[in-house]
């Protein structure tokens, strides 16, 4: 099993709030008043990488990116 | 012979085919001209992707602005829809909490509530007409729930989203140039009411959207009564057809796959996926309409200032340019980035609420009906534009009585 890390990356200004990601994966993505994204966690792995990508995968706006961990 | 283009090839987006099966006349609209003309009106087709999301994200280009071309019976432009940004993004930062998913799961249980009851109105009869028995009501009462209205006003409100969307059908002998007076008397009635709602609510204030409305404020000042009515016009015309149209396309769709229904009943964990899958498939909204405020070039096209431009969603979400096997509907895709609520700045403000109604009412139609079909001799009738289906005769064994 790699325990492969990477960075989570949001560009607020393209997130319209479709809310995509913080429904397909709460462990790593939340909510603000208006419903737009505010990212839970900076770094991911394992489990919460793949939640990660799904969320990334989702989002209509390409607002989600994965980055390598410095 | 397809119907899906005129002799002059261009395309018929408001006849049957379009209506009923639109993807294969995307397919051809996106591969043959990607930017179409259509006779009637003057419109200006986007039929890819690339091209439809581009000018979603460009407002400064493609405005919303269209209230005037389009004549819906409104006095001013509807709030936010039809308002470009940065005035629009004020609007949205005071209304998308009110929307917000969060927001909505309170909504839930009433809604839950109100799916079984409308089936268990019908169950027994083994049948019904799903449009007129379940996915016209829900969608209303969601909207009664939301702005503390009483479930009494239901016809009224369905008579003039009617009068306003489709007057021809509610009016069928009426000359066709009267449609503007009888979308202009809707308007009027709807603008009546609300100011009487705000009336009462002025005397005994309440927590609905409609009082918080009233006590809401943009950087310290009150909205003014004519805001709050340009967004209630909004909330009834987009939020009743949408949701409707969309349930009737997804019950339509699964009677005829049943091979679909059936993963979805022995696995209703797979229904939020379906709702979305379904959602990039049908896109039930079809277009969404934007005026050019300059010249601009579209896949190679040169297009005037002024120009009215209809941005095909349902194109967009089936276009294998951007969708892994588009043609494909699996409801476990992995990765579906639909636009069938839009993108952009102006991404539905209803979205959260229409994806909790999508989910509750099909979780619960499929728990007390997993086994239905199209009454047979019968076929469903979508409606032009919004593809509502307007007939869609259903029927299922109905256990006997021991």
């Not at chain 2, 403000?349 to 728990?367: F, I, K, N, P, Y």
Request: charged fraction near 30%; glycine fraction near 6%; include cysteine.
């Amino acid at each position: 099993m790699s325990r492969e890390r990477r960075s989570l990356r949001l560009d607020a200004a393209l997130c319209s709030g479709h809310g995509r990601c913080y429904v397909l994966a709460p462990e790593v993505f939340g909510e603000d008043e208006r419903g737009h994204c505010v990212l839970l966690v900076e770094q991911v792995e394992g489990d919460s990488l793949t939640a990660a990508l799904s969320g990334e995968q989702n989002c209509p706006e390409g607002a989600i990116s994965l980055h390598e961990a410095p | 012979m397809s119907e899906y283009f005129d002799e002059e090839g261009k395309p018929i987006l408001f006849g049957p085919d379009f209506s009923s099966c639109p993807q294969p006349g995307y397919q051809e609209l996106r591969t043959r001209c990607p930017v179409a003309r259509t006779s009637v009106f003057d419109q200006v087709v986007i039929a890819r992707h690339e091209d439809v999301v581009r000018a979603l994200r460009q407002p400064e280009i493609f405005s919303s602005r269209v209230d005037l071309q389009l004549a819906l019976g409104t006095e001013r432009p509807m709030i936010p829809q039809q308002i470009d940004p940065p005035e629009q993004t004020r609007y949205r930062r005071l209304l998308d909490p009110h929307f917000s998913r969060r927001r909505m799961q309170r909504l839930e249980p009433q809604i839950r509530e109100q799916a079984g009851r409308l089936i268990d109105g019908f169950f027994s009869e083994g049948r019904c007409e799903f449009d007129r028995d379940f996915a016209v009501p829900l969608p209303c009462n969601a909207f009664l729930n939301l702005f503390g209205l009483p479930d009494d006003r239901m016809d009224f409100f369905l008579e003039i989203k009617d009068d306003i969307i489709r007057p021809q059908v509610r009016h069928e002998d009426a000359d066709p140039s009267h449609m503007k007076e009888i979308r202009a008397g809707a308007g009027k009635r709807m603008y009546a009411y609300f100011e009487e709602a705000m009336d009462e609510r002025m005397d005994v204030p309440s927590d609905d959207l409609l009082g918080s409305l009233l006590t809401a404020e943009i950087d310290g000042e009150k909205l003014e009564r004519s805001e709050i009515l340009d967004i209630c016009f909004l909330m009834l015309l987009a939020g009743l057809d949408t949701v409707t149209a969309t349930l009737g396309c997804n019950l339509a769709y699964l009677a005829a796959n049943p091979e679909q229904r059936q993963r979805i009943v022995e696995s209703p964990q797979l229904i939020p996926g379906a709702v979305e899958e379904l959602l990039r498939w049908e896109t039930p909204v079809t277009a969404v309409p934007r005026v050019l405020l300059q010249d601009v070039e579209i896949a190679g096209e040169q297009l005037e200032a002024g120009q009215m431009v209809t941005l095909l969603l349902g194109s967009a979400n089936t276009d294998p340019e951007h969708f892994e096997d588009a043609d494909r509907v699996d409801f476990e895709r992995a990765r579906n980035v639909h636009a069938a609520f839009g993108v952009g700045p102006h991404r539905c403000l209803g979205s959260h609420l229409a994806r909790m109604e999508l989910v509750v009412a099909m979780e619960e139609w499929h728990a007390r009906i997993p086994d239905y079909r199209l009454q047979p001799g019968e076929t469903p009738r979508y409606s032009a534009g919004i593809r509502e289906l307007l007939y869609l005769p259903l029927e299922w064994d109905v256990p006997r009585a021991s």
